[in-house]
């Protein structure tokens, strides 16, 4: 949409400002307040866009359990795609014990854009008593290019083969570093995140994480490399029970 700001009450947002015009102040304010700015350079002029509808969203929990049951891929093989949550770090429930990675890749085929000049990732964890720490780290990379033929699967709990699970990406194919949930760092994904954030037991609250206007770029001009990003536990050392819960695209809230 030129020249204008749209909100979307929405899980995940992903924003962007245009380098050649400048906001008008009350869209600044309504930037700072909200951090819903997705700024595109287009030939029409400046453009501002939030990207959060769940059309344009993938986002999927990638789970390894601890325990089998009668199957041997028990959450470990399954898809989690339609899930209304999504979580990481180290799980525990009365019946499992789990591992999780996040991904989550916004679809930006179609936009009009020249330039981008800055992007931010957003995403909402609301209060989680379940979380054994008062906070823990979370960080997030992008996801390497060798990966970028996953997809979100559309089970809440359930075998997909052809969909995205903790060991493979799709149609049975591995993740470029092995069945091991995309976290081999450096061939998975990005070695370094992009950002870091504490995640608190207590609080609800937006997580917000800076994207470089370079990946969002190359992310617009080659949709095929688009990997999306990998949200995982940053802890020194893992703690049975810090896992961070957050709300996927598909949470009934909206």
């Known amino acids: 949409i030129v020249g204008s700001v749209k909100e979307y009450r929405r899980q995940r947002q992903m924003c962007?400002?245009?380098?050649?015009?400048?906001?008008?102040?009350?869209?600044?304010r309504t930037a700072i307040l909200l951090s819903l700015l997705f700024g595109l350079s287009a030939p029409a002029g400046a453009?501002?866009?939030?990207?959060?509808h769940p059309r344009q969203?993938?986002?999927?929990?990638?789970?390894?359990?601890?325990?089998?049951?009668?199957?041997?891929?028990?959450w470990t093989g399954w898809n989690f795609g339609a899930s209304q949550t999504l979580d990481a770090g180290y799980g525990i429930a009365m019946w499992n014990m789990w591992r999780g990675n996040?991904?989550?890749?916004?679809?930006?085929?179609?936009?009009?854009?020249?330039?981008?000049?800055?992007?931010?990732?957003?995403?909402?964890?609301?209060?989680?008593?379940?979380q054994t720490s008062p906070e823990v780290p979370v960080a997030v990379y992008a996801v390497k290019e060798c990966n970028a033929a996953w997809?979100?699967?559309?089970?809440?709990?359930?075998?997909?083969?052809?969909?995205?699970?903790?060991?493979?990406?799709?149609?049975?194919e591995e993740w470029a570093g092995g069945p091991n949930g995309c976290s081999v760092a450096g061939v998975d994904h990005d070695a370094e995140p992009?950002?870091?954030?504490?995640?608190?037991?207590?609080?609800?609250?937006?997580?917000?994480?800076?994207i470089p206007a370079?990946?969002?770029?190359?992310?617009i001009e080659a949709?095929?490399?688009?990997?999306?990003?990998?949200i995982k536990t940053d802890a020194p050392e893992e703690v049975m029970g810090d896992h961070v819960l957050f709300y996927s695209s598909e949470h009934a809230s909206g």
Request: with cysteine; hydrophobic share 35%.
């Open 194 to 210: 992009l950002g870091r954030a504490a995640a608190s037991k207590y609080r609800g609250e937006w997580l917000e994480f800076e």
């Open 47 to 52: 453009a501002t866009f939030v990207i959060s």
């Open 214 to 219: 370079a990946l969002v770029q190359q992310w």
């Open 151 to 172: 997809r979100e699967g559309s089970m809440e709990s359930m075998p997909q083969h052809d969909a995205a699970s903790w060991l493979c990406r799709s149609d049975g």
């Open 102 to 130: 996040i991904l989550v890749r916004f679809d930006l085929r179609g936009i009009d854009c020249r330039e981008v000049s800055a992007a931010r990732f957003r995403i909402y964890k609301p209060r989680n008593v379940t």
């Open 223 to 230: 949709p095929e490399k688009n990997a999306g990003l990998l």
């Open 16 to 28: 962007i400002r245009d380098r050649h015009s400048p906001l008008r102040n009350s869209m600044k």
């Open 57 to 74: 969203v993938e986002d999927c929990i990638l789970r390894r359990s601890e325990v089998t049951y009668h199957d041997e891929q028990y």
